[in-house]
């Protein structure tokens, strides 16, 4: 019998570690996501707020301040509009009127703040999503005209 129940207590055991790993990686990849939104679904409200994600659009011509380091602009997927803050860098290919994706947190007031401004090699880089959705919101707008 003794033997019975230390294979049964290994066996419980082994399920428990096993059970805690699993649970501990879930929790590491569900944190490691980051969402892709484009300014119509932050707009929507369907944005979570206080977690990172990226947001991808067009830089808004006209939109672009820089201050130093401290830089403005504004993403658009030409239906709707979300001001960006970003401190650091940007990298060469960043320009007003080309795609753009930036990794971020929406603060309070619909603010992005920026942590990282993403580009391709290709400076006619823009993620499908964005392509989509920008294709879309002209759609709705075009549909929308009288």
């Known amino acids: ?6 294979r049964g207590a290994l066996i419980v055991g082994g399920l428990a570690a096993l059970g805690l790993a699993s649970a501990l990686v879930l929790h590491a990849l569900n944190s490691a996501i980051e969402l892709y939104v484009t300014p ?8 979570p707020h ?6 991808g659009g067009l830089v808004e011509r006209g939109s672009l301040q820089e201050h130093g380091t401290s830089v403005r602009f504004v993403v658009t997927d030409t239906a709707r509009q979300v001001p960006v803050v970003y401190s650091g860098i940007l ?3 960043f320009a007003q009127g080309r795609g753009v994706v930036v990794q971020g947190t929406l603060g309070p007031h619909g603010t992005f703040h920026a942590t990282q401004v993403l580009a391709k090699h290709s400076a006619n880089y823009m993620p ?3 392509r989509n959705a920008i294709a879309q919101a002209q759609r709705m707008q075009e549909e929308a005209r009288p």
């Open 1 to 6: 019998m003794k033997a019975r129940r230390r």
């Open 40 to 47: 119509t679904q932050i707009a929507d409200g369907d944005a």
């Open 50 to 55: 206080a977690a990172l994600f990226r947001l």
């Open 91 to 93: 990298p060469d290919l």
């Open 128 to 130: 499908p999503e964005a």
